[in-house]
């Protein structure tokens, strides 16, 4: 078995041994010679190309099988979707929620003195008090708010939300 595994080996290094290989043991640098492996070009003589002026016009050819009036019909359908709803589901960071409004008011001016360019806002549902800040699209963006105000705030986190359109 190892004498078929040699001879194969040896078959092989046999055929890659067609182009030349030196090293120069003074500088240590390698080289090879690959000129016989590269690919040869065909060279055009006197070949002609024609100019823009000499290019074949050609007239446009309306398709015959269009989707555009369906594909209009469906984006229509869509816009009104979008433009009868309310809100779009979206993330908010709630920073507080407890029973004492005290507590939530004493917060959400904290908030704001804090940081004045994220938008807060206080909410009631009975019988809790929330405090969320920002309103995002996206979780991602939420989250680098997230973070400056987690230093501020060790209780706040990242909730989905819904964010009303106007």
Do not use: W
Request: glycine share 4%; aromatic share 10%.
């Amino acid at each position: 078995m190892r004498a078929i595994q040699y001879s194969t080996l040896f078959l092989l290094l046999a055929g890659c041994a067609s182009h030349v290989v030196t090293t120069s043991t003074q500088t240590g640098k390698y080289s090879e010679d690959l000129s016989t492996v590269r690919p040869k070009a065909d060279v055009q003589q006197n070949a002609v190309v024609p100019s823009a002026n000499e290019r074949k016009q050609t007239t446009y050819i309306e398709p015959s099988h269009a989707v555009n009036k369906s594909l209009d019909e469906v984006l229509d359908s869509i816009n009104r979707i979008n433009l009868s709803r309310k809100y779009v589901e979206g993330f908010t960071i709630q920073v507080y929620s407890g029973t004492k409004k005290d507590e939530a008011l004493n917060l959400m001016k904290q908030l704001y003195i804090s940081f004045p360019e994220i938008q807060s806002e206080m909410q009631f549902q009975q019988p809790n008090f929330r405090v969320k800040a920002g309103k995002y699209y996206e979780q991602l963006d939420a989250q680098r708010d997230y973070m400056a105000l987690k230093r501020s705030f060790p209780n706040a986190i990242i909730i989905p939300d819904k964010i009303a359109l106007n």
